[in-house]
């Protein structure tokens, strides 16, 4: 037996023609590869984003309960190396570059072997001292380092052969073409197209011709969405672009398919790890806001030459966490006790359900459940959003280690606390995410409204769903904390007094009426709100009054890493919300004082 997975990332159901998409998107290859397989309705993501997703595909349980971003702890089961202790073959090709960042390296390791590829979204790749030629104009405005770095890198992939998209397949079907005759292996051809920026060669947008001749942008922040409806529409049609390029590789491994007559003992598993948002809900990108159906709920198709189901729609609730079991058990290897997922074998035969509710969500934001029907987003119960603590024994973040500030009150908790340690104990310390608070807790019918514009208040049914989250968390052995944080309770029933989405609507209509921040209400400075937040963790004396003011965990977070040019200010634009007026102001005024102290003392009169 052999088994294909391909997987891209930041993939938009909504743009596949199996699910729907406009008319004008170009994907050919998406409805051939329904046509031969089972294409699921209802399959949704876990932790989120990149890599706790890829935890998930590994471990086959969700991360984001217990830990943000970082790698595979050294008590975590990995699927594709419980293969190979099993005798088969595993191999991974991709160009997703986060695996050979602090916080992923553990993964393609886990691999028997793998190859990697480098040029995607200002991967550290080409070194230039001097600047690149920038565009003249740009709408970007985060992530400067990045974005110098991806125009550097852009300069070596001219042609659609230089593309790490297209060395990733190439050699991805190298492996299939050199291995086909052999038996017994696994190969995971994984892509991060169509993910930001949406850069592809000029034939695949000439695919979308539109009149534009606004500013060069192929790559919005993660925030609210600012721009004109022409400049959303030129994004979403560059997406579309790079996604049909995405749609072309994917052909490729058909046709291969066809070639070496492949179906008859070859499972195919085409997946991502997360959606987008196009400017849907007034917002770009993720993480910030809750996880809408644009982000969560993604295609899956899986062609299982056992059952041999092709051209048929499931529409059982499956997740993230499946598919390490499924491919363990396809190859006859059980799976281990500490997986929450469970094999799509029988699934994909005859739609047989694998479970009653699934969870998903980001470390720190909004715990979300749903039953294929209803999702319920719970967010915090209090606007500090606390406790939350990250549990690991791999203390690395997205892009570096934990900082000395951030491991300064770490503890160890006793081995056994969590039974999927294994016995082995976990440090834990003090956790930093963007608050879920400003979105509040909603609840949405997919039914009635598949757009997710009219949040319900339905008391009776939010205390449904609200037992179902703790029943999902309570199995996945959720810290304590977790439970406290969302107000929810770790034992017993869940009652009317636990329910939040009545409540916190009127809060926010409240604070929706407020006056917007001005950024000319606040002064300029050595240190002010709009110095970026670089500068600011640099200064010990502005360290000292963020946490004055509350803000140990913005201090001790290491964002200054991922968006050191954001002012303070342009956070509440980023994150919708987070810094709110009556926290940003006091922070501004104590700022204030301190430069007026300073500039007193250097005063003639105070010499």
Known sequence: MKAIMVMFD????????????????????????????????????????CMPARRELHTGRYNFLHRSWGPLEPFDDSCPEILREAGVYTHLVTDHQHYWEDGGATYHNRFRTYELFRGQEGDAWKGHVADPEFPAQTLKSTFRETWRQDWINRDYLTREEDQPQTKTFDAGL??????????????????????????????YKDLYKHDYD?????????????????????????????????????????????????????????CTDHGFLLG???????????????????????????????????????????????????????????MLGTPLRETVADDSP?????????????????????????????????????HTLMPT????????????????????????????????MPGFSISPGPHGTLLFDLATDPGQDNPLLDDELELRMAGLLV??????????EQYLRLGLPQEGPVTEEHLLA?????????????????????????????????????DEVAVSALREAGFDGLADSGIERMAGQVSLFQLCSLAGGFLRPDAIRPIADAFARIGAAEDADASPAAR
């Open 214 to 270: 606004g500013p060069q942008y192929d790559w919005p922040d993660y925030r609210m969405v600012l721009e004109t409806p022409e400049q959303v529409e030129h994004v979403r049609y560059e997406y579309a672009a790079l996604l049909s390029m995405c749609d072309r590789s994917l052909g490729r491994v058909l046709d291969r398919m066809d070639e070496y007559d492949m179906w008859d003992d070859t499972m195919l598993i085409v």
């Open 471 to 480: 029943d999902v968390m309570r199995a996945a052995d959720a810290p304590a």
């Open 174 to 203: 190298e492996f299939i073409a050199t291995n086909r005759d052999q038996d017994n292996w696994f190969v995971q051809i994984e892509t991060f197209d169509p993910h930001e920026p949406f850069f592809s060669q000029q034939h």
């Open 10 to 49: 930041t993939l938009n159901r909504r743009f596949l023609p199996p699910y729907g998409a406009p008319e004008w998107v170009h994907a050919p290859n998406f409805a051939r590869l329904a046509e031969r397989t089972a294409t699921f309705e209802n399959c949704y993501a876990g932790s989120m984003p």
């Open 354 to 390: 694998v479970r009653e509710a699934g969870i998903f969500g980001a470390f720190g934001g909004h715990v979300s459940v749903t039953d294929g029907r209803y999702v319920y987003m719970r967010a915090c119960a209090g606007a500090e959003n606390t406790p939350l603590s990250e």
């Open 280 to 338: 849907e809900h007034g917002w770009w990108g993720k993480n910030v806001q809750p996880w809408y159906d644009e982000t969560i709920h993604i295609p899956l198709f899986v062609w299982d030459p056992r059952s041999r189901v092709r051209g048929e729609r499931r529409t059982s609730l499956v997740q993230t966490i499946d598919l390490a079991p499924t491919l363990l058990e396809f190859f006859g290897v059980d799976r281990t006790s500490d």
């Open 502 to 538: 009545r409540k916190q609507r009127a809060e926010l209509e409240a604070a929706a009426a407020a006056d917007p921040l001005d950024p000319a209400d606040f002064p300029e400075g050595p240190r002010s709100v709009h110095t970026p937040i670089r500068d600011l963790f640099a």
């Open 397 to 428: 973040h997205m892009a570096g280690r934990f900082t000395p500030r951030e491991l300064r009150d770490a503890e160890l908790v006793p081995g056994g606390t969590y039974a999927f340690t294994k016995g082995a104990p976990v440090l834990k």
